[in-house]
């Protein structure tokens, strides 16, 4: 593993890369990154970065974003099969669709979303600033695609706002049960429930916290309390205990696994740094439309 780990560094400084992970990776992974984050802070710093090329551990989509972000660079997704099934429910037919029934909506797209939704949609969001964007946009009338979880939340927080949802979820927030929440405040009476906003909206209103995967973190280092129940895949309770090792983190009753988050290994990071895989191409004409929501969203906030 050390062996690998030297390797994989000097293939970063030969080839002038950056390793973004997601909070949700594997902790070999999350270890070996130069910078960990959730969605919203990993395109922040794939718009601004420096190297010449990203090696993105994550899913498709967030590599699409650092690419639609920084088309100048290469940028590598380490495995093919890190997809995210969301991303994958609504096609552009349908979008189209609910842009011809309301034609006065503006369309707020979750970055979970496919490159061609992208490019049909006024602005992105990610969980951390859906509430803000979604707040801030001169329409009445909003088409929140692709996730219906968070589109509901979004709708309670902007009630002035009417919200037009979609039929896409999470499976792995989406089965978490308020049942599972109800035990584990029998079992921690003490502790303070955080969610994402993936969740079902019967499981937020359970919780105490909503936040994106950094604002989980963020919050839980500066608490107070002592012991948390964190409400969002298990990679994230990962890295809680190695940051904050003086407080307690359980999961849901049953740990949350997002098995495409989990598909990227230390080995798949050095064959993508070595052989150049899998490099993101973007047509052009798509990739300037997709900028424009995406660099939107990045002014709003
Ligand atoms: P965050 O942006 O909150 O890290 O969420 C990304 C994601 O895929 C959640 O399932
Ligand atoms: Fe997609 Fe859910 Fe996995 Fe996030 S946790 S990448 S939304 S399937």
Redesign the pocket.
Known sequence: MEDLKRKIDKLKSAKNAVILAHN?QIEEVQLIADYLGDSLELSKIASKTGNKMIVFA??K?MAETAKILSPQKIVLLPRLDAG????DMITVDELKELKQEHKNAKVVTYV?SSVDIKAESDVCCTSANAVSVVKNIDADEVIFIP?RNLGTYVGKMVPEKKIILFEGY????DRIKKEEIEEMRNFYPEAEFLVHP?ARMEVINLADKVFSTSGMLKYAKKSDKKQFVIIT?QGLIERLKRENPEKEFYPAVKPKI?S??KRTALIDIFNSLEKNQYEINIEESILQRAYNALNKMLRYI
Not at 84 to 87: E, G, R
Not at 170 to 173: D, L
């Open positions: 949700y994550g899913v989509f995210c099934p969301m991303a979970n996730d999470c499976y792995v927030h993936e895949e997002c495409n988050m």
